[in-house]
Nanobody, 125 residues
Framework: QVQLVESGGGLVQAGGSLRLSCAAS????????MAWFRQAPGKERDFVAAISRSRSTTYYTDSVKGRFTISRDNAKDTVFLQMNSLKPEDTAVYYCAAQIGGPFGTTNLRHYNYWGQGTQVTVSS
């Protein structure tokens, strides 16, 4: 079993930055790929970014490329999402997810084994 706890969300003006964290416990963190998803009100949960077990590979959805950076610290069992140049359309609940096996960078929610409870990000115009 893996427990994931997100933090770092909040209210920020357009153009601002936030750094989300996701702390993992319960299993060897370095053994799974990690990802961030987001869900805006009334919409489906969408893929944002993923990072491989070894930190050597990252993958982003087009709308955040060049603005968001995913990283991880395997010594601290934590994955991060640095979000810069935020836009109102980035407003959503952000979730981290852990993938034990399967294709890296998949945008299909069913390929992820564990989820956090989410953290709200609100970007004002």
């Amino acid at each position: 079993q893996v427990q994931l706890v997100e933090s770092g969300g909040g209210l920020v003006q357009a153009g601002g930055s936030l750094r989300l964290s996701c702390a993992a416990s319960g299993r060897t963190f370095s053994s799974y790929n990690m990802a961030w998803f987001r869900q805006a009100p009334g919409k489906e949960r969408d893929f944002v970014a993923a990072i491989s077990r070894s930190r050597s590979t990252t993958y982003y959805t087009d709308s955040v490329k060049g603005r968001f950076t995913i990283s991880r610290d395997n010594a601290k069992d934590t994955v991060f999402l640095q979000m810069n140049s935020l836009k109102p359309e980035d407003t959503a609940v952000y979730y981290c997810a852990a993938q034990i096996g399967g294709p890296f960078g998949t945008t299909n929610l069913r390929h992820y084994n564990y989820w956090g409870q989410g953290t709200q990000v609100t970007v004002s115009s």
